[in-house]
């Protein structure tokens, strides 16, 4: 009699412990997930030195280079994170490569870049403005210098276009801000040093700025650790804490309050280092810290953020020998704390 009222007590409080500590599948599978890189469905065109916006949960790809003999492209292709499915669109008014784009009230607006040869094409002027509703162009005004491998950003309504490349790729440290309500262009406060292949985010109303290159600069193959600040109320620049490893072509985006970088080259010419690292920057904290490496190389990729993931997209693999464009995709779970 004893033995059984002791396995009834025991039975009871077994019950009483699930009870009050369930066991989650889906805080399993989150856990699964979290600091880790997953493949996703490929784009249907391999492509690097392009450009991507994401507008209402789905992510834009524009135009780029289909591989390094000069085939550029004109394609947009639209990618739907919730389904991991493409859908084909409208193509580019022409075939350009190392443009920006940025999403701005539902619309994305894509920027310069560059025509024919990838190193001695023209760079463009062009501002175009792409309607995801429409499937639609529309040609707003010209920025008022020409350049590819720039970078930009859209504060309080307004686009910051960032750096770039007038010619080959020398930086320029020029910086010009397009108010769409006037489709007007203004020169703004310049970057501290020439830089190209750099990327841009925004948080709390200010443009962090990441990386960067000058082919100019001491030697062919220089590139920059520098993390700057721009505030577009003050006009004004400051610096934060550098990137461990100097750095163009890679990409970036913002996630709650953490800042992510990923990938690159460490020099302009052929002779750099491809990265496939991912950095965390903390923006409270303002430091860096390392997470889970991309399960390949890669540079002049695109980087998109939607629903609390970082999205990465082609770009080249290989360097000074065999390159090749990539059509794979990521996707990158930050941890939860």
Not at 6 to 14: A, D, K, S
Not at 82 to 88: A, E, I, K, P, Q
Not at 262 to 285: P, Q
């Amino acid at each position: 009699m004893f033995k059984k009222i002791l396995l009834i007590v025991f039975i009871l409080i077994i019950t009483s412990c699930h009870k009050n500590n369930p066991v989650s599948s889906t805080g399993n599978n989150q856990q699964s997930t979290e600091n880790k890189w997953i493949q996703k469905t490929s784009m249907p065109t391999a492509r690097g030195y392009f450009c991507g916006a994401e507008v209402n949960g789905k992510i834009y790809l524009f135009g780029g280079i289909k591989d390094l003999s000069g085939h550029n492209s004109d394609d947009v292709e639209a990618y739907d994170p919730s389904t991991d499915t493409w859908t084909t669109k409208n193509k580019m008014p022409e075939k350009i490569v190392g443009q920006a784009a940025v999403e701005l009230n539902g619309k994305i607006y894509v920027i310069g870049g560059r025509t024919g040869n990838l190193f001695s094409g023209t760079s463009l002027q062009y501002t175009y403005l792409y309607d995801p509703n429409e499937d639609s162009w529309t040609r707003k005004k010209d920025i008022p210098t020409p350049r590819a491998f720039l970078s930009v950003s859209a504060v309080n309504g307004n686009i910051y276009a960032i750096g770039g490349s007038i010619s080959g790729y020398s930086g320029t440290f020029i910086v010009q801000m397009y108010d769409p309500a006037s489709d007007t262009w203004t020169a703004k406060k310049s970057l501290q040093v020439n830089r190209t292949s750099l990327t841009s985010n925004v948080y709390n109303g200010k443009i962090y700025v990441i990386g960067g290159g000058d082919g100019q600069k001491a030697d062919a193959g220089t590139s920059f650790a520098y993390f700057d600040v721009y505030d577009p109320e003050t006009d004004t620049w400051s610096s934060k804490t550098d990137i461990s490893i100097s750095r163009l072509g890679h990409g970036s985006g913002v996630i709650n309050d953490k800042l992510y970088i990923c990938g690159g080259v460490t020099a302009v010419s052929g002779s750099g280092t491809l990265l496939y690292d991912l950095c965390e920057y903390d923006f409270n904290m303002d430091n860096w810290t390392t997470r889970a490496s991309m399960p390949s190389h890669r540079r002049c990729f695109v980087t998109a953020t939607f629903n609390g993931k970082l999205y990465v997209f082609g770009g080249i693999a290989g360097n000074q020998g065999v390159q090749q464009a990539l059509n794979s995709v990521l996707e990158y779970t930050p941890s939860a704390n």
